[in-house]
């Protein structure tokens, strides 16, 4: 039931982060559990029927006690800080993954209410399908030209908001092939609920297939199809380009940019130093 | 869209025909609204409610009609979560009942209406009658401004209501995060309602919060130190302080938006140099505290019950004073812990999981506290004392998946899933919903003279208990498997089961609220039997059950001497819990005024005409809303006193209660 989850994870991110689940659980459960436990022996002992159990009506305090309170919640939480603070380094979506291979590049754009996926060393891009090598890192550039939306593929990990005018980062890699859901999370109207999208990790052979399929397509991405495209669609088909005009993801940010007619100020975006 | 000088935006397409179910909704409201109305008018009532509750500046009463307006919007907003978890529910591959655009209203007026609408005014109508009563005063600070701040309140309700009949709500959810209702994204009217509503609304708050922190600084009973405050007024100042500090924010985010929509700004809009990250921040800096806003007084409901019910001292005052006021402060350095996901630096975002998690410590000793109360007691059921052990298993559990969410790595696989959604409606619902259900029922006597009935609120008690499990522990599943929070519809099949079981706690909600209603009325029909005018049926500790039930007008004839925490207590100890004089003096109290629905029907008018751009009349509003503080400041009578007689007889009839009492004990 948790096939392509967390729970049943299909990459080295959503498998630490499941690690990382039950680490933190275990450690809670120190706390939690005995709470439960001496919440129902105390209300049983002390009933009012049970004339065996002794009352101290007058006893509102002890000093060791007191302090004893403090001691096992705060251990626990010291002990989750430094899972914390390693782990959030450890998985920060910017960090790119260590494998032998470079990164395929991929720049996601939200649409109401699509997925258009650029593949610029490629020089392809697809629609509502997204497809990449198994066992090579996956860097996604994220930008909006619509409102709020979170990309997520929760087979691989986390998720990162996008954004109009500005640009996101999120690393993710497959170690083993399958077709994987891959949605918005974040509500934007009418359409949200079909923003869904496949994420294929597939062979080497079959990644280039698709590139080809893409090259064939006939139709290229250029400011004029993609303000056709960005028109707001529900549940809309998936469609391949066969080539992207220069600079069209940079030019879809500039487009919210922080004044009329000019760049986009990119150092206004979250994590400004991932994007130089 | 057209715009006419008379009418704004307003036409006859406002009238929800877009839906047979909106028609319905919005029959249902009129409907009751009119059943309502021509009862009060066949009844006669309407002299006798405008005399005796709306004008009056009486603490208790504006309690009462503040806990009667949340009762009222936790229906509406009850039934928003059963038309939620039914198209849930169904939605499968399928579109189900609703359409998207109905559904998202409806999610964003369960979520408006259940925090700002049924828990706010809730806490506050208890906070309201008990914090006086408490402290051992014969008044609040500012009775006036506590009824303004009522009706403010009342109008921002009413706000909300109105927009199921004329026109829509906004669909975009508690939080309104634009770009999305921005104008370019949101061009109806449904967003303006909301943030019209939270602004009238979050004014009236804030003046309420000010009378009660004047209040509880000011008007104690005399020798009555801070630290013999019983805890509930404690957690009050605490929640008060939170509100001036946390509702600019929401003042500041709304207003600002509101500028966006109608003056063409560039705040948070998508081009222009808007951002909405701002947005993020500020709202989150009032949102966060906010949670603590509701869940800290319902902890003071908590350390009332237990020790009453347990029949010991409450453990650890001193740590849970303490503990209450770190978490105060701490609330104010989380809030980014709601959007990890926005793509802030690994340090940043370890930097607010770490201060987030600093909050479970001084909540963990709270719940530590509340067990040690327990222990070695003498611990009788009664629903109050029920409805505070289901708390505390709840809620830890409530408090583990916080943690969780406070994990930035576990964040990102979490938020915006449902596993989000059950959390918080998983420290909501046991830690608010249930400690004002066991102050309802614990002050309920105190109120009205009679007790609630047993049987239908153990009824109630175990519905409802069962119910939430059932209907927030499949949505802590759904997180793990990825689905997203606010979907009309879906498509995964392993889903559908996990919805039904949802939907299925909704119905055991249902009948526990139908046992409330039952119960209300069944207490009303046999109160005879439970009527108990000596005031003090639960043996408790804190000094408003050492008046009568209901008090009089003037709370306490004579203003007690306190030297010690738990004043009540102390008193019956020493043998003399009552201090009964030979003779009384006269007392000032504060006349009734009409200001608070004046202010509240100008303010209601106000905010609709600015929803549909009837500027002529925005203008009346706000000319009324200045004369009516012209004209106020030339009263000069505006309190009036009780005699001596009057009290003395008054007093005479409590004691003869008492002594009844007394005798039947012994």
């Given at each position: ?15 630490a ?37 002794a ?13 004893g ?23 920060d979506?910017?960090k ?10 991929v ?41 709020m ?107 919210h ?20 | ?53 709306f ?37 499968m ?15 964003s ?45 009342a ?25 999305y ?22 004014i009236?708050?804030t ?40 509702i ?27 951002n ?39 453990f ?23 959007f ?11 930097f ?6 600093v ?81 309802y ?13 047993e ?80 005031g ?10 050492s ?5 009089p ?114």
């Open positions: 039931m948790f096939k392509d989850t967390m729970l049943d994870p299909a990459g080295p991110v959503s498998a982060t499941r690690d990382l689940f039950f680490d933190s659980v275990g450690l809670m459960l120190i706390v939690v559990l005995p709470v439960i436990v001496l919440t129902a022996l105390v209300v049983w002992r002390y009933r009012a029927g049970n004339a065996a159990a009352y101290t009506p007058h006893w509102g305090g002890s000093r060791l006690v007191e302090l309170l403090w001691f096992l919640p705060v251990l626990i939480v010291v002990m989750l800080w430094f899972v914390v603070w390693n782990r959030t380094h450890d998985l979506p910017y790119p993954l260590s494998s032998g291979q470079p990164p395929l590049v720049q996601a754009v939200a649409l109401d209410w699509q997925w258009l996926f650029i593949y610029p060393e490629e020089n392809i891009a697809s629609v509502n399908r997204l497809v990449f090598p198994v066992g090579r890192p996956v860097t996604i550039e994220l930008t909006s030209d619509s409102v939306n979170s990309l997520m593929i929760p087979a691989l990990g986390g998720q990162i908001y996008a954004m109009a005018g500005m640009q996101t980062e999120l690393n993710l890699m497959a170690d083993r092939i399958g077709i994987y859901d891959g949605r918005n999370t974040m509500f934007n109207g009418d359409g949200f609920s079909a923003q869904v999208f496949n994420a294929e990790a597939v062979d080497v052979a079959a990644f280039q297939a698709f590139v080809a399929e893409a090259r064939n397509a006939g139709e290229t991405l250029d400011g004029g199809s993609f303000k056709t495209l960005s028109t707001p669609t529900i549940a809309g088909p998936v469609r391949l380009y066969s080539g992207v005009e220069d600079g069209l993801f940079q030019s879809i940010i500039a487009s940019g922080s004044m009329p007619h000019m760049e986009a100020d990119t150092t206004t975006a979250p994590h400004a130093e991932h994007n130089p | 869209m057209n715009s006419s000088m008379l009418f704004g935006k307003l036409t006859l397409d406002a009238l929800p025909f877009y839906s047979p179910i909106a028609a319905g909704g919005a029959g249902v409201i009129v409907l009751g609204g009119a059943v309502v109305v021509g009862l009060i008018t066949w009844l006669r009532a309407w002299p006798y409610l405008w005399r005796e509750w004008t009056t500046t009486d603490h208790k009463k504006i309690g009462m009609m503040y806990v009667i307006l949340a009762l009222v919007m936790l229906l509406r907003g009850f039934v928003d979560a059963l038309m939620m978890r039914a198209q849930q529910a169904i939605a591959n399928a579109e189900g009942y609703l359409t998207p655009d109905h559904f998202q209203q409806v999610f007026s369960h979520g408006t209406i259940m925090i700002f609408f049924m828990g706010m005014p809730f806490l506050f109508g208890i906070m309201n009658y008990v914090v006086p009563l408490q402290l051992g005063a014969r008044d609040v600070a500012f009775p006036l401004l506590n009824a303004i701040g009522l009706w403010l309140t109008a921002g309700a009413a706000l909300v209501m109105a927009s199921l009949v004329i026109g829509v709500f906004s669909t975009g959810g508690w939080t309104g995060y634009p770009p209702t921005e104008l370019s994204y949101s061009p109806t009217v449904g967003v303006d309602y909301w943030i019209m509503a939270l602004l009238v609304s979050g009236g708050t003046l309420s919060a000010i009378n009660f922190i004047v209040t509880i600084y000011k008007m104690r009973a005399p020798g009555m130190k801070l630290m013999q405050m019983p805890l509930f007024c404690w957690t009050a100042l605490c929640s008060s302080l939170l509100v001036i500090f946390a600019p924010g929401l003042t500041v985010a709304g207003g600002l938006l509101a500028l966006d929509r109608y003056l063409g700004m560039h705040f948070f809009t998508n081009d222009g140099g808007g909405v990250m701002n947005y993020a921040n500020i709202f989150w800096i009032f949102g966060h505290p906010e949670v603590y806003i509701l869940i800290l007084p319902a902890f003071g409901i908590f350390s009332t019950v237990i020790p009453t019910f347990s029949q010991k001292k409450l650890g005052y001193n740590v849970l004073v303490y503990a209450t006021m770190c978490i105060a402060v701490l609330s104010f350095t989380v809030w980014l812990h709601h990890f996901t926005m793509g802030a630096d690994a340090n940043v975002n370890a607010f999981g770490i201060m987030t998690m909050i479970a410590v001084p909540t963990g000793v709270k719940v530590y506290d509340w067990i040690l109360t327990m222990f070695r007691g003498r611990l009788r059921f009664e629903t109050p004392m029920l409805w505070s052990i289901a708390f505390i298993v709840t809620f830890v559990i409530g408090g583990m998946t916080g943690v969780i969410l406070s994990i930035p790595p576990l964040d990102y696989v979490f938020h915006n899933t449902l596993f989000l959604i059950a959390h918080f409606h998983n420290m909501l619902v046991p830690g608010m919903l249930f400690g004002l259900f066991a102050g029922a614990y002050w309920f006597p105190k109120a009205t003279g009679f007790r609630l009935d049987t239908w609120g153990r009824r109630a008690f175990v519905f409802w208990v069962a119910g939430f499990y059932l209907a927030f522990m499949p949505l802590y599943v759904l997180g793990f498997m990825g689905a997203a929070r606010r979907m009309a519809y879906y498509d995964q099949p392993e889903w559908q089961i996990y919805f039904v079981v949802a939907a299925i706690g909704a119905l055991s909600v249902l009948l526990g609220i139908g046992c409330q209603v039952i119960q209300l009325v069944v207490s009303i029909r046999h109160r005879e039997g439970t009527m108990d005018l000596a003090d049926p639960w043996g408790g500790q804190t000094l408003e059950w008046t009568s039930s209901p008090p007008e003037y709370n306490f004839a004579v203003l007690r001497q306190v030297s010690a925490l738990d004043a009540f207590q102390a008193a019956k100890e020493d043998g003399r819990p009552y201090i009964w004089p030979t003779h009384y003096e006269p007392i000032e109290v504060p006349r009734n005024t009409a200001l608070g629905p004046i202010f509240g029907g100008l303010a209601f008018v106000l905010g609709f005409a600015v929803v549909w751009h009837i500027w002529w009349l925005a203008a009346v509003g706000v000319v009324g809303v200045i004369g009516t503080i012209i004209v106020r400041s030339f009263a000069t009578e505006t309190t009036r006193i009780i005699s001596a007689e009057e009290i003395t007889a008054t007093e005479l009839r409590w004691h003869a209660a008492v002594r009844a009492r007394q005798e039947a004990n012994s």
